[in-house]
């Protein structure tokens, strides 16, 4: 079993940035993939980042270039830097934790955490 806790959401005005946090505790998390996702109200939710045990990277097209996806094992901790967030990036972050390197669908990772609220007002 994996927990993962997200800290760091909050209100921010558009062209600020936030920098979210994925604490892990449990199984080791050295290994394996952590993703980020995001759901707006109303909406299904979306893949936004996600960083493998080896640190290669992948982003979706709308965050592309404004958001960036770390990971320290040490820590066990992954990170979402956020830099000139639009109000179209309003919406609740989850990160997940899984085996696949090339997952990018909700279903393919079974470890969640409860989400943070990020807000950026226009």
């Known amino acids: 079993q994996v927990q993962l806790v997200e800290s760091g959401g909050g209100l921010v005005q558009a062209g600020g940035s936030l920098r979210l946090s994925c604490a892990a505790s449990g199984r080791t998390f050295s290994s394996g993939a952590v993703g980020w996702f995001r759901q707006a109200s109303g909406k299904e939710r979306e893949f936004v980042a996600r960083?493998?045990?080896?640190?290669?990277?992948y982003y979706s097209d709308s965050v592309k270039g404004r958001f960036t996806i770390s990971r320290d094992n040490a820590k066990s901790t992954v990170y979402l830097q956020m830099i000139s967030l639009k109000p179209e990036d309003t919406a609740v972050y989850y990160c997940?934790?899984?085996?696949?390197?090339?997952?990018?669908?909700?279903?393919?990772?079974?470890?969640w955490g409860q989400g943070t609220q990020v807000t950026v007002s226009s």
């Open positions: 960083i493998w045990w080896s640190g290669v990277t």
């Open positions: 997940a934790a899984g085996a696949l390197e090339l997952a990018s669908q909700p279903y393919q990772y079974p470890y």
